[in-house]
């Protein structure tokens, strides 16, 4: 008699040649079991120390620098009264947002990478990130509206998107495939909306609306800490709780229906998931590029893992978001460019090296 269980450890034995990989059982005192990847949570830590490490250094930097040493101390409340305020109100809060967004987008792109079973299958390709900028932009351009509006018109951007696209994607359930190609005709219109407002727009609005499109870091404070972490206290757990049921999805909806999984409602509920955590992501620090595309795969790669790999997925993400920040502020002298350009720039070359990846296997 084969289990449920062991239906799926067969299939994840498939997945990387037939071969299984260490895991630990870990039991809670209430006699729930959780198995750990022994190599995915080791590159799990290995990348929140990175960026750690990475968030310590960015702290440091600025018109008044400060040793890796004195920022510690300064985290732990033993600096001087400039150094707490130097680090409490102007530089932490921009390495909070950048750590929150990164691992939003890291698991959104997961998550959505693994609905579609396609690597192309991110936010910023398939029409989020630009239903979010659409949002973004009539809050300024039309209604001339301040920072917390803006905003909310991101949020309410990416979820009117991410409704249409379901809907528009559906029929007798949602099709990787087909969500792919509803996804990137959706931001090809979305895409000329964007400039149409644009051209529309007074040249003061136009010229905020060009630097929110940009997706930066610069300015964030704690009025953008709290409600990005509230959303990823909520949403970051939800998706991984579902992440058995999101890595059976990946073997087709008949294999997982045959598991047990309640497909239509396990693909809704990280559907929304996601796209609130792109949307809120967006809202935070404007459309930022490549992190969601290239987050999950580099996790993948890393954990040589099969699945979506959750966890990796948003530590990565975190990691690259802060390290195209201080590339950003420091590789270019003295003219400082966002961390949106930056990543565009990666973006770019991988999306490039992905499709010729692809191409050779004789996957497109």
């Known amino acids: 008699m084969t289990t449920k269980a062991g239906t799926a450890t067969k299939a994840g034995a498939a997945a990387t040649g037939g071969r299984t990989r260490p895991a630990r059982a870990i039991r809670t005192p209430g006699g729930l079991s959780v198995r750990v990847d022994v190599r995915s949570a080791v590159v799990v830590l290995i990348l929140l120390l990175a960026a750690g490490a ?59 990478q693994s609905i579609s079973r396609n690597p192309l299958g991110s936010p910023d390709v398939i029409g989020f990130g630009q239903g979010a900028t659409v949002g973004a932009l009539t809050a300024i351009v039309v209604f001339q509206a301040g920072s917390a509006a803006v905003a909310g018109g991101a949020v309410v951007g990416g979820l009117l998107t991410g409704t249409g696209i379901y809907l528009l994607a559906w029929k007798r ?41 940009t997706g930066s870091l610069d300015g964030r404070d704690w009025a953008q800490v709290w409600p990005l972490l509230a959303v990823c206290a909520v949403l970051i757990p939800l998706a991984l709780v579902y992440g058995r049921p999101l890595r059976m999805l990946e073997m087709g909806d008949d294999a997982a229906y045959a598991l047990g999984v309640r497909v239509e409602r396990t693909r809704l509920v990280l559907l929304g998931a996601a796209v609130l955590l792109v949307s809120v992501a967006t809202a935070a620090a404007g459309p930022i590029t490549f992190v969601a595309l290239g987050a999950p795969q580099l996790a993948r790669r890393l954990t040589r893992s099969p699945g979506p790999n959750l966890g990796p997925a948003a530590a990565m993400g975190a990691l690259l978001l802060l390290v195209a920040d201080w590339a950003a502020t420091s590789a270019f002298g003295e003219r400082q460019v966002p961390a949106g350009v930056v990543t565009g720039v990666l973006g770019g070359c991988y999306l490039l090296w992905l499709l010729v990846t692809e191409r050779k296997a004789g996957r497109i």
């Open 173 to 213: 359930g949602v099709h990787g495939y087909r969500l792919v190609l509803v996804g990137i005709g959706v931001a090809a219109m979305l895409t000329a909306v964007n400039h149409y407002l644009i051209t529309k727009a007074s040249l003061i609005d136009a010229t905020r609306a060009v630097l929110w499109m």
């Open 54 to 112: 990475m968030s310590v250094i960015l702290i440091g930097q600025g018109d008044f620098a400060m040793a890796p040493g004195d920022v510690v101390a300064t985290l732990l409340g033993n600096g001087t009264t400039a150094q707490e305020i130097i680090v409490q109100e102007l530089r932490l809060p921009r390495i909070l947002v950048g750590l929150l967004v990164g691992a939003a987008l890291g698991v959104g792109g997961a998550v959505f």
